[in-house]
């Protein structure tokens, strides 16, 4: 037998001892049915219900494991009061930014000139109107205004809540006739000017109702959690009890 012809046999038997060797090494793994578990996962806050898919799929060899992707943001009713809440937040910085420029200048212009602005002190008593209205809602949602809240303290919890349910009642009665009133005074005073700046009236009682629909999505957002267990909004900008002490 020549030379190369004996090297090459002896080398293919060589591999084929390698293969049996490494085959008897690694046993055949099972084969593993693809199939697709479902998991219910509730978020914290808003008890929202999503359906997690696990897959898993046989390759020669290889296990793999995936998961369906899961978002996790916030709802539309929290983008809303977000948004809402900063509008109106930055509203009132503006007002009460202007009526202390205002009065301001008016009181270092009295002193230094001798002179006033003649529109200053009318300006700024509307402007207070209106910080008055528009702030009534987040104050509201903070928990902020006097209450009396003895004789629901000294009731049992079924009869805090049912008490509680009567006071949210009332209070959408009393920002529905808020609104409603403040629609009419707008209407007899459209033509009532101003004495200095000569505007209507109606642009100043227009604060009431406006003011009565901000108090009503305000306590919109909070009622749930009011009625059930007396919660308001909690919000690092704003303490309710430290207002109340003082």
């Avoid at 037998?1 to 004996?6: L, V």
């Avoid at 008593?125 to 928990?143: D, E, Q, S």
């Avoid at 642009?203 to 003011?211: E, L, Q, V």
Wanted: net charge positive.
């Amino acid at each position: 037998m020549p030379i190369g012809m004996g090297c090459k046999a002896q080398t293919a038997a060589i591999a084929r001892a390698i293969a049996r060797i490494c085959n008897a090494a690694d046993p055949p793994r099972p084969r593993l049915q693809g199939r697709v578990e479902s998991a219910t996962t509730l978020s914290g806050h808003d008890h929202l219900t999503q359906q997690r898919a696990r897959h898993r799929v046989e390759r020669p060899g290889i296990l793999f494991v995936s998961f369906s992707p899961t978002p996790h943001g916030p709802t539309i009713v929290q983008i809303f009061e977000r948004l809402f809440l900063a509008v109106n937040r930055w509203v009132l910085i503006l007002l009460l930014a202007a009526m202390s420029v205002i009065i301001f200048t008016n009181v270092v212009m009295r002193y230094t000139t001798h002179e006033s602005i003649e529109w200053a002190e009318e300006v700024s008593r509307h402007m207070m109107i209106w910080l008055t209205f528009l702030g009534a809602g987040p104050v509201l949602r903070y928990g902020g205004h006097i209450a009396v809240e003895n004789l629901q303290d000294a009731l049992p919890r079924g009869a805090a809540i049912a008490l509680r349910v009567v006071v949210a009642a009332l209070l959408f009665a009393f920002f529905g006739f808020m609104i409603w009133y403040g629609w009419l005074y707008m209407q007899r005073t459209m033509f009532q000017l101003t004495a200095v700046t000569q505007i209507p009236f109606a642009y100043i009682y227009s604060a009431m109702p406006i003011g009565g629909v901000l108090l009503v999505v305000h306590f919109l957002l909070i009622v749930k959690g009011y009625i059930l267990e007396r919660r308001f909004a909690s919000d690092a900008h704003f303490d309710a009890t430290a207002s109340a002490s003082l």
